[in-house]
């Protein structure tokens, strides 16, 4: 019901747009949001969005670096992620809140797409 993509092998410093397909019927009244995943640690929140698109959230962590945007007409997510660091390695993940803000607690979400892998070389 979501698929991620987007992701690869990119050298630090550079830019990267992920994208996240959602259907109509699962997100369209709900946010949506991004969370990471690097190897041997927990779940990490990135962002979110809301329904409409006027709210967005991002971790004070990647604020500057990292936005996130929505076509409603697409169904889509984006989350645009620049100046990015080898720290930044990782699968992420997007995901259908319960609620149409999203929070930063991932028990929050309730569909998960599958992830795509970001790398980021020194």
């Known amino acids: 019901q979501l698929q991620a993509s987007g992701g690869g092998l990119v050298q630090a410093g550079n830019s990267l747009r992920l994208s996240c397909a959602t259907s109509?019927?699962?997100?369209?009244?709900?946010?949506v949001g991004w969370f990471r995943q690097a190897p041997g640690k927990e779940r990490e929140f990135v962002a979110t969005?809301?329904?409409?698109?006027?709210?967005?959230s991002v971790a004070d962590s990647m604020k500057g670096r990292f936005s996130i945007s929505r076509d409603r007409v697409k169904n889509t997510v984006y989350r645009e992620m620049n100046s990015l660091k080898p720290e930044d390695t990782a699968v992420y993940y997007c995901?259908?809140?319960?609620?149409?803000?999203?929070?930063?607690?991932?028990?929050?979400?309730?569909?998960w797409g599958q992830g795509t892998l970001v790398t980021v070389s020194s």
């Open positions: 969005i809301s329904w409409n698109g006027g709210i967005t």
């Open positions: 995901a259908t809140s319960l609620y149409s803000i999203g929070g930063t607690e991932p028990r929050t979400y309730r569909y």
């Open positions: 109509k019927r699962t997100s369209s009244n709900n946010a």
